[in-house]
């Protein structure tokens, strides 16, 4: 997988270069595509959105611009889907779990709870362009939900975090009655499990924290959460999560402008999206680390584990919900399996054949305690 998007992109910088010798390109008329996220201008996901968007305009040679605008620009984070399907924007940058409302199948697509039978985040991609999984996000998009959208993974945001806290959390009793943030079908699981779910954009998390309408809240994790403000409000983090822990979020366009656009701008913005998956998604994995050992040496918080009694619920859960869903939505079942067969033959080879990541991991940088976050670097 890794091979065919090196391939890709070669092919977007000949395809840049080929166009800029073209006779007349100097005078060629720039395309601009008006797009918006569902994230707010600070934060690190937007930032995925603008590293697309500068690759674009520079592997088109400046015949295709995009305008990358934040969540509220134009209109509100969740309504970004149907904003793009009527053309108030050519296309946005978004996460399938905020669409659950009009199919559940929509998480699937994020990766699922569990990060779907097991698969990690080079896996889920490989499913996506080796098992069948883009041809159903298109189907889903335009079959299912007969909006007028295509789309294309580009935002790894994982794995997340299991959340914030008031208070110290030993077991899923600790949590009943809380009220707290969650969202798509991880909110349907905690609800089963007992819990007060409020649902709400990234954005307003940290006001109602403040104002008292939460008391608990799961977002992302790592430098996410920093930049939001976690830490002024909470005091006790805890990781990992099971709930995102292979979230991927999409690039959509409005089908009319994806059809109107030039076949090398079409590859171009493909070839981009997989470079901005890759590229984006390691300098993340280091901003993360660095936030967490600023978490707790600047401010205070505990950077706690996650009980393992709180994630197997959850996992278990998740399957009962996820079974009955697939029972009576055709859609979901068939986008379940075609995850779970490319999954059975990836997942036990990589368990089987890579080492552990704890194995070095436990030899060079042992952990202090079975409960202590990550230990600071040494400068």
Same mark, same amino acid.
């Given at each position: ?30 395309? &601009? ?46 309504? &970004? ?19 659950? =409302? ?9 990766? =699922?709870?569990? =990060? ?228 059975? &033959? ?34």
């Amino acid at each position: 997988m890794l091979k065919a998007m090196f391939r890709a992109l070669v092919f977007a910088v000949s395809a840049s270069a080929l166009i800029a010798s073209m006779p007349g390109f100097a005078q060629q008329q720039t395309k &601009v595509l008006k797009m918006q996220s569902t994230w707010p201008a600070s934060l690190t996901l937007h930032e995925n959105f603008l590293y697309w968007a500068d690759r674009v305009n520079k592997l088109s040679g400046g015949t295709l611009k995009i305008e990358a605008m934040p969540a509220g620009q134009v209109v509100p984070a969740f309504e &970004v889907l149907d904003a793009v399907h009527k053309k108030v924007l050519d296309g946005g940058h978004v996460w399938g779990g905020y669409w659950t =409302g009009k199919n559940k199948a929509a998480i699937l697509f994020t990766g =699922g709870p569990g =990060g779907t039978h097991g698969m990690d985040f080079i896996d889920a991609m490989g499913w996506y362009y080796n098992g069948g999984g883009l041809e159903l996000l298109h189907e889903f998009y335009q079959k299912e939900l007969k909006l007028s959208l295509i789309g294309f993974p580009i935002l790894p945001a994982g794995p997340q975090a299991f959340g914030w806290f008031k208070k110290p959390i030993r077991n899923i009793a600790d949590m009943k009655g809380m009220k707290c943030r969650q969202t798509g079908i991880a909110g349907e699981v905690w609800k089963a499990l007992g819990f007060t779910v409020v649902n709400m954009p990234g954005g307003e998390i940290i006001p109602s924290a403040q104002r008292g309408v939460i008391d608990c809240a799961e977002w992302v994790g790592g430098v996410e959460d920093l930049r939001l403000g976690f830490h002024n409000v909470w005091k006790f983090h805890y990781t990992p999560g099971v709930h995102e822990n292979t979230t991927i979020g999409d690039i959509i366009f409005n089908l009319d402008v994806w059809n109107n656009l030039s076949e090398v701008h079409k590859e171009i913005i493909r070839s981009a999206a997989n470079e901005t998956f890759l590229v984006w998604w390691a300098k993340w994995q280091r901003q993360n680390a660095d936030a967490l050992v600023e978490m707790q040496t600047k401010h205070g918080v505990q950077v706690l584990r996650t009980p393992p009694e709180i994630l197997t619920a959850f996992i278990k859960k998740w399957d009962e919900l996820a079974a009955e869903e697939a029972g009576k939505n055709a859609f979901f079942k068939k986008v379940l399996e075609s995850q779970k067969a490319y999954a059975s &033959v990836v997942v036990p080879y990589k368990r089987f054949y890579f080492p552990p990541y704890s194995y070095m991991a436990n030899y060079y940088f042992p952990e202090k305690s079975a409960q202590g976050g990550p230990s600071p670097a040494k400068k």
